[in-house]
């Protein structure tokens, strides 16, 4: 079972950046692939980036292309996502999980296996 636990998250202004981590425990970190979804109130939940398992594949949604970087840290069993030129469009909770699908990239929630609780994002316009 593994357990994530998101941080970093808080209130930006339009334009301003969060690096947001989340620390994984109860398994073997590098035989996942991570990725980072979003929700905001009142919609579905999306996905924003994927990282495979050894950080070499990556990949984003379009909406974010471009601002937000994915990227893990095996050796410290901790994934990020780095989120630049933020816009107010861009608050939701941020929730990051791990799949067993660990040689891809999947963009799918269904694909994932373990969530963690989310941290929330607020961009102020």
């Known amino acids: 079972q593994v357990q994530l636990v998101e941080s970093g998250g808080g209130l930006v202004q339009t334009g301003g950046s969060l690096r947001l981590s989340c620390a994984a425990s109860g398994g073997t970190f590098s035989t996942y692939g991570m990725g980072w979804f979003r929700q905001a109130p009142g919609k579905e939940r999306e996905f924003v980036a994927a990282v495979n398992w050894s950080g070499g594949m990556t990949t984003y949604a379009d909406s974010v292309k471009g601002r937000f970087t994915i990227s893990r840290d095996n050796a410290k069993n901790t994934v990020y996502l780095q989120m630049n030129s933020l816009k107010p469009e861009d608050t939701a909770g941020y929730y990051c999980?791990?799949?067993?699908?660990?040689?891809?990239?999947?963009?799918?929630?269904?694909?994932?296996?373990?969530w963690g609780q989310g941290t929330q994002v607020t961009v102020s316009s």
């Open positions: 999980a791990a799949t067993k699908w660990a040689f891809i990239v999947p963009t799918e929630s269904r694909s994932y296996d373990y």
